[in-house]
């Protein structure tokens, strides 16, 4: 028979296996956490091409090459507070009709972005008809706004 002690004892165990599990993910996080969802995002989005800061600093200035069309999938505040030259904001919410109405008007490749990658990788496949779309997966690097 199980005592009220014995349940006792198995909550405050569990309690604390799962404090040391906490403070060891909020240790963790700050130096990992964007390695592993730049991991991550590639990953689960397999479908999507995805461009490093490199590639796109390289292509933006190749005067041979077709220029992207910078998509800020941030929200509104994010996109005040900084974004890169040129960028066009497009809210994450945008449904598929107002993309749509955005794409009709747009003959160059574009590239979406976001802080982590996460959003713009999501909205990359949702570009209807769109085979241009480029997820760029890394973050946004201070040579790119210069």
């Known amino acids: 028979m199980i005592t009220i002690t014995t349940l006792k004892k198995l909550f405050l165990v569990s309690l604390g296996i799962i404090l040391i599990v906490s403070l060891g993910f909020w240790i963790w996080l700050p130096t990992n956490g964007l ?13 999507v091409d995805h461009t490093t800061s490199d590639d796109l600093s390289e292509w933006l200035q190749d005067s041979s090459r077709t220029a992207p069309m910078l998509w800020d999938i941030r929200r509104l505040d994010e996109f005040a507070v900084s974004h890169l030259p040129n ?53 946004i690097k201070y040579t790119l706004i210069t």
Request: hydrophobic share 35%.
């Open 87 to 139: 960028a066009r904001h497009v809210p994450p919410e945008t449904s598929d009709i107002d993309l749509k109405k955005l794409l009709r008007e747009i003959e160059q490749p574009i590239v979406v972005y976001c802080s982590v990658g996460y959003r713009s990788a999501k909205m990359a496949p949702s570009l209807p008809g769109q085979p241009k779309a480029i997820h760029f997966r890394d973050r």
């Open 35 to 47: 390695n592993a969802a730049g991991k991550f995002i590639p990953w689960k989005f397999k479908d």
